[in-house]
C-alpha cells in the first residue's frame, strides 16, 4: 500500500478542503481516505490534492514541436504525427490533466485512426500520456471548417481526403465514415456542424449539414453505444445540433438566450474553449482575413458563454490545444472563472462534468475505489485557480509521473 500525505485534499462535490489530506493507494485503485497513514507514505507537504484533470477537446495530432499549421498538412507522414503526438501527450500529463477527448483527425492518414493508436501505446505504458478517449477522425463535408484543404485555400485535388478518414456528403457517406470510425477503435464520434473562425469556409455560423445527414451520424454512433460531439458556432446551427439528437457542442460561440434555454431544456453538454479566445498564438500569424473574422466572433463567444455559465449550461473544460499550447490546458480554468464561473465550479467542469461527459464513473473524484488519478497543487485552488497551471505531483493509476 502507498499513502499519500498533503496538507489537504478537496472534495469536488461539496467544496471542502479536507486536512490533512490522506489517500491511500493500492495498484491502481484509491482503497482510502483519511485516517492514519499505511505502508509506504509519501510526503507532499503543503500541496493540496485534486482529482486529475480532463480535457474535453484537444487533438494531441496536431501541434507541438515544429509543427506549422499550414504547412505541416502536406509535409508531415503520420509518422512524423506520430512522434509529435507522443511529446503533446507527455506534456499535457505533466500539466495534470490525466484524461482527454481527442477530437478529431483532419489529415491525411490512409484510414489508419492515429489516436487510436496513441491511446493504445499509452494504455500498455510504451509512452507516457493521458488517458485517451479517441475520435478518429472528424466527419466533415467537402468544404466545410474541417476539410483540411479548406485551412490553405489549396487548389482542387490537393490534400482530398478519402470517406474513411471523414470526408463525407449525404447520408450513405456519413453512416459509412461513422462506422469507419467505431470499427477502428473511436469511442466518441466528432462531426462539423458549421463552419468557424479558422478557415476559409465563409460565415462562422454557416451549417454544414442537412438535417437528414445530422440524424444519420447520430443514429449510427447512438445505436453503437457513442456519443456525438459537434464542432458548431451560432445559434441556429447550434439549434440544429441539439434538435437531431447531437450530445455535446464544442464551441458554441455567438448563441442566445433561447438558445441556451433549449440546451439546458435538452442537457446538452458544452465544451465552451474560452482560453483560445484571450490569446491564440496561431492566429497572429494567419491571414487579415481570418483575423477579422476572429474579431467579429471572439467579443461575441465571451458574452454567450457568460450568459450560459449563469443559466446552468452543463460545460466541460476544453483547451482546444493546440489552439493554445499543449501543456498549458488549465488556461482553460482560468478563462472560465474569467467568464463567471466559480474555482470550484471550474474544477468541477474539469473532473465531475467531463467524467459525465464521458459517460465514466471511475474518475472524476478522489473516492475509495475509483482510479488512482491525483494531481497535487501548492495553494488553495479555491482561492486561486491559477495555482492549477504549474502542478507539481501528477499521478495516473498510482503511478506518479512527477513530484
Known amino acids: 500500500m502507498l499513502t499519500l500525505k498533503a496538507a489537504g485534499l478537496l472534495d469536488v462535490d461539496t467544496g471542502e478542503i479536507i486536512r490533512p489530506g490522506i489517500v491511500k493507494i493500492e495498484g491502481e485503485r484509491i482503497v482510502g481516505l483519511g485516517g492514519k497513514p499505511e505502508g509506504e507514505v509519501l510526503d507532499l507537504g503543503d500541496l493540496t490534492l485534486l482529482p486529475g484533470l480532463m480535457d474535453m477537446e484537444l487533438n494531441l495530432l496536431m501541434g507541438g514541436p515544429g509543427e506549422h499549421h499550414l504547412t505541416s498538412q502536406t509535409r508531415d507522414d503520420p509518422p512524423t504525427r506520430m512522434m509529435r503526438a507522443t511529446q503533446n501527450a507527455r506534456r499535457t500529463l505533466r500539466a495534470g490533466f490525466t484524461t482527454v477527448r481527442n477530437l478529431g483527425l483532419f489529415c491525411k492518414t490512409g484510414g489508419y485512426l492515429l489516436d487510436v493508436a496513441l491511446k493504445n501505446a499509452i494504455d500498455v505504458g510504451w509512452i507516457d500520456g493521458p488517458r485517451i478517449v479517441p475520435a478518429g477522425h472528424a466527419i466533415t463535408p467537402t468544404g466545410g471548417h474541417l476539410d483540411p484543404t479548406m485551412f490553405g485555400k489549396f487548389a482542387p485535388h490537393v490534400l482530398q481526403l478519402s470517406v474513411e478518414e471523414g470526408l463525407a456528403n449525404g447520408v450513405e457517406e456519413v453512416r459509412k465514415a461513422v462506422r469507419h470510425q467505431i470499427k477502428h477503435g473511436a469511442e466518441v464520434i466528432k462531426m462539423c456542424g458549421s463552419g468557424g473562425a479558422m478557415s476559409h469556409t465563409g460565415p462562422s455560423g454557416a451549417r454544414h449539414y442537412s438535417d437528414e445527414e445530422v440524424r444519420a451520424i447520430t443514429d449510427e454512433a447512438h445505436r453503437r453505444g457513442l456519443r456525438v460531439a459537434a464542432h458548431t458556432h451560432g445559434s441556429v446551427a447550434v439549434r440544429q445540433m441539439v434538435e437531431c439528437g447531437v450530445d455535446c457542442i464544442e464551441h458554441a460561440f455567438m448563441i442566445d438566450d433561447d438558445t441556451i434555454n433549449l440546451l439546458v431544456k ?56 493546440p489552439a493554445i499550447p499543449h501543456g498549458k490546458n488549465a488556461l482553460e480554468l482560468v478563462a472560465l472563472v474569467d467568464r463567471g464561473m466559480t474555482p470550484l465550479q471550474a474544477i468541477q467542469a474539469a473532473t465531475i462534468v467531463g467524467a459525465d461527459l464521458i459517460d465514466v464513473t471511475d474518475r472524476g473524484r478522489l473516492a475509495e475505489g475509483l482510479l488512482a488519478d491525483i494531481i497535487g497543487v501548492a495553494g488553495n485552488p479555491l482561492e486561486d485557480i491559477n495555482v492549477l497551471r504549474r502542478v507539481p505531483f501528477v499521478m495516473k493509476g498510482g503511478k506518479q509521473f512527477i513530484y
Do not use: C, H, Y
Open 266 to 321: 435538452e442537457g446538452t453538454w458544452v465544451v465552451a474553449t474560452q482560453a483560445l479566445i484571450d490569446d491564440m498564438p496561431v492566429l497572429r500569424s494567419s491571414e487579415p482575413e481570418i483575423q477579422a473574422k476572429a474579431a467579429l466572433i471572439f467579443p461575441k463567444a465571451k458574452i454567450s458563454i457568460r450568459n450560459a455559465i449563469e443559466a446552468g449550461v452543463k460545460i466541460a473544460v476544453g483547451s482546444d490545444a
